[in-house]
Nanobody, 127 residues
Framework: QLRLVESGGGLVQAGGSLRLSCAVS????????MGWFRQAPGKEREFVAA????????DYADFVKGRFTISRDNAKNTIYLQMNSLKPEDTAVYYC????????????????????WGQGTQVTVSS
């Protein structure tokens, strides 16, 4: 069983930056593909970014390409989401997710593909 804890959310002006972190408990962190999702009020949870077990492969939703960067540090059992050029429409609760994945190159981009979720961290971007 994994425990995922997000941090780094907050209030930022449009054009600003935030760095989210997701700390994961457990000894086999490198066996898990990881992802970030977000959910705005009244909307469904949507994919933001994903990273493979090794960190060598990533994928992004079109609306964050060029602005957000996902990364992971397997030595620290942590993934990150660097968010630049933030827009008011990026306002949401951001969640990290994990799934045990035997294939090293796979990234998972669907909510149904993940087994473990954090509690979320609020990101608010003011105009």
């Amino acid at each position: 069983q994994l425990r995922l804890v997000e941090s780094g959310g907050g209030l930022v002006q449009a054009g600003g930056s935030l760095r989210l972190s997701c700390a994961v408990s457990g000894r086999t962190f490198s066996s898990y593909a990881m992802g970030w999702f977000r959910q705005a009020p009244g909307k469904e949870r949507e994919f933001v970014a994903a990273v493979s077990r090794s960190g060598d492969y990533t994928d992004y939703a079109d609306f964050v390409k060029g602005r957000f960067t996902i990364s992971r540090d397997n030595a620290k059992n942590t993934i990150y989401l660097q968010m630049n050029s933030l827009k008011p429409e990026d306002t949401a609760v951001y969640y990290c997710a994990a799934v045990r994945e035997p294939r090293t190159k796979v990234v998972v981009t669907t909510t149904q593909g993940y087994d473990y979720w954090g509690q979320g961290t609020q990101v608010t971007v003011s105009s």
